[in-house]
């Protein structure tokens, strides 16, 4: 028993024999109640305390969780930081040899095996970039938004900071010879934007097309009316050719337009696609009747040659369109009294395994026409919005520029694909594959 509670219990006893030596019986019943409610809460009070006791570790007594300490020290904690970064990152000492990496930065400088430790700078990159960053920071210079790019297997483009590493006592001045002599190392890190330069080129190519597309009409419509404005008015039959001219581009400046806002729709997703099992005869055939007269005016002969019991699991409307835009390009970039067929196979594995057709992987729709065919340079491009193989006579063909690219955009979100083949003399033959289920 502490010295404390000794002292209590003396208190106590000396508390009950007043009370008892108390005159009144009233007074007494009181005074005990008063004594017995104090003593209850020093027992709770020392009980609680005693509990606590005895649930803290002794000091010479390991802890039973130790595993957080050991996840979370600082080595391994450094360690799984590194190595978990999708940023490059180098440390190296004051004589360029670096002292530190992970695996993205061996990633950057093509090292499939070994490390990048005790290497010099030097012996990793003859890039002046990243040798005078490093440099510049061993001098106490923090340097940000250096741009480095390599050219491997693909080109890549890095941000690249640097930051100086000061001595332990970490004092350094500004400005002066310590800020120099402070700096034992620097750390580098590489954050890669080739996706982000890659996106601000499409958009800077996208902003010029579509001017250019937009201007070229304009400039053709104001040019026309001022003609109309000087006096060519008076002159039906001029006027009547000017008139036609303007209305022509400004029904492409409109589709261009239209296009614009349906291709932006569907790559945000605010196209929804409601796929369900179609026949397809009939939607070949109302395509191909939608683009009868400008078949006819060049002798082009459009083919279904579509099974009438083959069935697709896509949305009829968006279907249609993308059918529309293959087999308009088609006809426009045709031969003179040439042909267009448009055909249909399912999953040759699963013909072959005697598969229902609805238990067939893919559909594939085929547009063929006996074209002159694209050059093989174009091809990987095709499909990008505003790209054209042949840009004075699509110009003169009509048409926005933008069929394929919503083609493509359809496509993907039916789960699909549109792909190309081509070769020269002979025609090309566009492929729209769509998922069975």
């Known amino acids: ?9 003396v208190v106590g006893c000396f508390v009950i024999a007043v009370i008892l030596l108390l005159p009144s019986f009233t007074t007494r019943v009181v005074a005990a109640v008063v004594l017995l409610l104090a003593a209850g809460v020093w027992l709770i009070r020392a009980f609680s305390n005693n509990t606590a006791t005895e649930q ?50 061996h990633r950057l400088f093509n090292l499939s095996r070994g490390k990048l ?40 483009v890095f941000d690249l900071r640097v930051v100086p590493l000061t001595n332990s006592n970490g004092k350094r001045s500004e400005g002066s010879a310590a800020a120099i002599q402070g700096a034992e190392g620097a750390l580098g890190v590489f954050t890669d934007v080739t996706r982000l330069e890659r996106l601000e080129q499409v958009r800077q190519e996208f902003l010029s097309n579509v001017s250019h597309e937009l201007r070229t009409p304009l400039t053709a419509m104001l040019a026309f009316i001022e003609t109309l404005e000087a006096g060519a008015i008076d002159d039906k039959e001029a006027s009547q050719r000017f008139l036609s001219i303007i209305r022509r581009n400004a029904v492409r400046m409109h589709e261009v337009i239209d296009d614009t806002l349906e291709l932006s729709a569907i790559e945000s997703g605010n196209v929804k696609v409601r796929a369900e099992l179609v026949e397809l005869a009939p939607i070949v055939n109302d395509v ?18 579509v099974a009438r019991d083959a069935t697709v699991y896509a949305d009829a409307r968006r279907l249609e369109q993308m059918l529309t835009n293959l087999v308009e390009n088609a006809i426009k970039f045709n031969r003179e009294h040439g042909t267009v067929t448009i055909s249909y196979e399912e999953d040759a594995e699963a013909v072959a395994s005697g598969r229902s057709p609805v238990a067939a992987r893919r559909s594939r729709i085929m547009v063929q026409d006996s074209g002159e065919g694209i050059p093989a340079q174009h091809l990987e491009r095709l499909f990008e919005r505003f790209y054209r193989a042949d840009r004075a006579r699509s110009r003169e063909m009509g048409g926005t520029g933008l069929g394929l ?12 694909e549109v792909t190309v083949t081509s070769e020269l003399g002979k025609g090309s033959l566009f492929t729209i594959e769509l998922p069975r289920e």
């Not at 700078?121 to 440099?135: D, H, K, Q, W």
């Not at 683009?291 to 002969?301: E, P, T, W």
């Not at 690219?405 to 699909?416: C, D, S, T």
């Open 117 to 156: 430790d005790s290497q010099r700078l030097t012996e990793l990159t003859r890039n002046p970039a990243i040798y005078s960053a490093f440099l510049d920071a061993l001098k106490g210079t923090e340097r940000s938004g250096v741009k480095v790019e390599t050219h491997g297997p693909e080109r890549l």
């Open 1 to 9: 028993m502490s010295t404390r509670s000794r002292f209590l219990v």
């Open 405 to 416: 690219a919503i083609v493509k955009h359809l496509a993907r979100a039916h789960g699909g």
């Open 56 to 105: 803290l570790p002794t000091a010479g007594e390991e802890r039973s969780d130790d595993a957080p300490a050991d996840t979370f020290a600082l080595g391994k904690l450094f360690e799984a930081t590194m190595h978990g970064m999708r940023e490059g990152l180098i440390v190296v000492d004051k004589d360029m040899r670096v002292v530190a990496s992970n695996a993205a930065a």
């Open 288 to 305: 191909i009747a939608s683009l009868a007269a400008k078949a006819s005016a060049q002798g082009i002969v459009v083919s279904n040659v």
